[in-house]
């Protein structure tokens, strides 16, 4: 049974309800966080908090809990949960009011906060050697224009996803103004002649905290990387495709459009690279 948060309350799951006149459901209005747990330890969560952080001033709604606030709640929310594998869920709405108004309610009104877990499913980057890649579609990126904040309105993100699953594709990777920005729930990386490059950060695309553990680890194991925009024709021709995310970690892409990518199998810079997110990942986990 999953133990979840809700409003200085702890319960199961299936028992938690809001109001139907949460701002979160009648507006999407709310931003929301998804951190991975490894043995029991939040994997690179000053990173997170720290994006919680700029989602909630973005959207101009005070945090309810300060750092150590959001600490102490995601340790006891492990715990209750008995640690181990996870992946966590945090959600902050600017609550519910008597009435429904676009603007925002009157001072005081107590957003609601909400906090589950759910099993880890094994990443691509733990099996290097059976990982067979996956196929992604290109759509058009039909999102707004700050999507640099971590908000729950993901209208566009389910429809491009769901568009790319129903062609048989594990995800979609967007294109803006000839650019590829990332993908409908990861980031996106591209490896040209032995250069991993992705997109520069930007209110065009979310600040992945997996994007930045990887560009640190290339740097600090010296293998040439770049944050620059990728145009749709060096996403056509790339040696290698990855997509990443907290969850999924790094996926290799291995066809595009129906077109395979590189030799049609993950390829050696992504087996590299994955290879040192997993011992960076486990020798966390061993410190615990
Ligand atoms: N971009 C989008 C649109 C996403 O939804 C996500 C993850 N949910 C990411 C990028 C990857 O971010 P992170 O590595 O922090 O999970």
Known sequence: MTLAYLNGTWQPLEDARISPLDRGFLFADGVYEVIPVYAGKAFRLAEHLAR???SLAEIQLPSPLDEAGWTALIAELIERNGGGNLSL???????????????????????????????????????????????AITLPDCRWLRCDIKSVSLLPNILMRQQAVSQGAAEAILLR????????????????????????????????????????????HGIACAEQPISEDALRSADEIWVTSSTREIVPVISL????????????????????????????ADNV
């Open 52 to 54: 919680l952080r700029f």
């Open 89 to 135: 869920y945090l959600q902050v709405t600017r609550g519910a009011t008597s009435k429904r108004d676009h603007a925002f309610p009157p001072a005081g009104t107590e957003p609601t906060v909400f906090a589950m877990v759910s099993p880890m499913a094994p990443a691509p980057a733990d099996a290097p050697d059976t990982t067979p890649g996956v196929a």
């Open 177 to 220: 103004d000839g650019e590829a920005t990332e993908g409908s729930a990861s980031n996106l990386f591209i490896v040209t002649a032995g250069t991993v490059i992705t997109s520069p950060k930007s209110p065009l695309i979310l600040g992945g905290i997996t994007r930045d553990l990887i560009l640190e680890l290339c740097r600090e």
């Open 257 to 284: 459009d129906g077109a395979t990518v590189g030799e049609g199998r993950p390829g050696p810079v992504w087996r590299q690279v994955a290879g040192l997110y997993t011992a960076f990942k486990r020798a966390l």
